[in-house]
């Protein structure tokens, strides 16, 4: 069974999605163990305990240094006995040690077909507000490993979305949520619990 920590700092609509998928068998093998959040009024965490998911509060204002804030969550995952790292949404740069600690078991979604619009500024509505000027007919999402280049790490899954007319940097973003992210995410997860997922270097191979 492999243990999942899901880390965010906002409204938690991936959590959702990934809870949806455990509790109607899409992602199998699976076990939400903790939910954590950098932001203690987070609804992410309030999805959770509505789901009887342990939930946290690992803040960088409860601690006096950065340092003591990261060895804090790193020791909170490694307590949890926890395989998978599950980024969504999560607004706080990933430490060098946790990255270290948890090689190729960390993994994150990001709103766009990496390499495009991804990288240090690129999060949130920006990447959107990027793929808008530069006129892109075709955006979408990543699923991909965490290493220590931002958005940088082995890509597991895309998935395309298509650009309309009258788009807004907001109706795109919930495009692409609900037909990229929303699924790729908790494809990817069943993949790595039924280990179907391989790394060599920066290429992921997914075996049938």
């Not at 077909?113 to 793929?131: D, M, N, Q, S």
Request: hydrophobic share 45%.
């Amino acid at each position: 069974m492999l243990r999942v920590a899901v880390l965010v700092s906002g409204g938690g609509t991936n959590l959702q999605a990934i809870i949806d998928a455990v509790e109607d068998k899409t992602i199998t093998n699976t076990q939400i163990a903790c939910v954590i959040s950098n932001n203690k009024n987070a609804y992410a965490l309030e999805r959770a305990k509505n789901h009887g998911i342990m939930e946290k509060c690992i803040s960088p204002k409860d601690y006096e240094t950065r340092a003591a804030f990261e060895d804090a969550l790193l020791n909170e995952l490694l307590e949890q006995k926890i395989d998978l790292v599950v980024l969504a949404g999560f607004l706080v740069v990933i430490p060098p040690k946790m990255i270290e600690a948890f090689r190729n078991r960390i993994i994150n979604v990001h709103p766009s077909l990496i390499p495009a619009f991804c990288g240090t500024g690129f999060y949130g509505l920006k990447v959107h507000e990027g793929a808008l000027q530069r006129g892109v007919k075709l955006t979408g999402a990543t699923v991909h490993f965490v290493n220590e280049e931002t958005d940088g790490g082995p890509i597991i899954l895309q998935k395309a979305v298509a650009v309309e007319e009258d788009d807004t940097p907001e109706t795109l973003q919930r495009r692409v949520m609900e037909q990229a992210e929303w699924k790729l995410l908790p494809q990817a997860i069943d993949l790595i619990a039924n280990e179907k997922i391989t790394v060599v270097g920066n290429k992921v191979s997914i075996s049938k």
